[in-house]
């Protein structure tokens, strides 16, 4: 709620939300949604700049960030071959015979949702 009062009153005052990174987290893309302080006003949120991560957080990050790009591609396309790759990418799961089983019971638990995965209805 005290996004949506900013928002309204536009008062700039600073608060964490998740927005496109625009050049606040340096190295990553700017599309990339992150999830930093910003300062809020009538239109929108606005990240503040924030410090090189160190190479070791950096290398996690990249890697999060590999996997959520290639879930949305999943998801988007209806591919369960990019959904395994996005699982092997998730730094959680890291490997093929384990991301082809969770892939096959998301699937199959979550099959009404996901009707780009069953083009076909069957």
């Known amino acids: 709620m005290r996004l949506v009062a900013s928002l309204h009153a536009g008062t700039g005052d600073v608060q964490v939300v998740d927005v496109p990174n625009r050049g606040s987290i ?15 006003d009538h239109q929108g949120a606005h990240p503040l700049p924030q410090r090189q991560l ?17 879930a949305v591609e999943a998801a988007l396309h209806g591919s369960r071959d990019t959904m395994i790759r996005a699982l092997v990418a998730n ?19 979550n099959r009404r949702y996901l009707p780009r995965f069953f083009p076909d209805g069957g």
């Not at 160190?54 to 290639?70: F, N, Q, S």
């Open 91 to 109: 730094p959680l799961v890291g490997q093929y015979p384990l991301a082809e089983q969770l892939a096959d019971t998301l699937l199959a638990a």
């Open 26 to 40: 340096p190295g990553l893309p700017d599309d990339a949604v992150v999830e930093v302080p910003c300062t809020v």
């Open 54 to 70: 160190p190479p070791d957080m950096a290398g996690l990050v990249a890697h999060g960030k590999a996997y959520e790009r290639l």
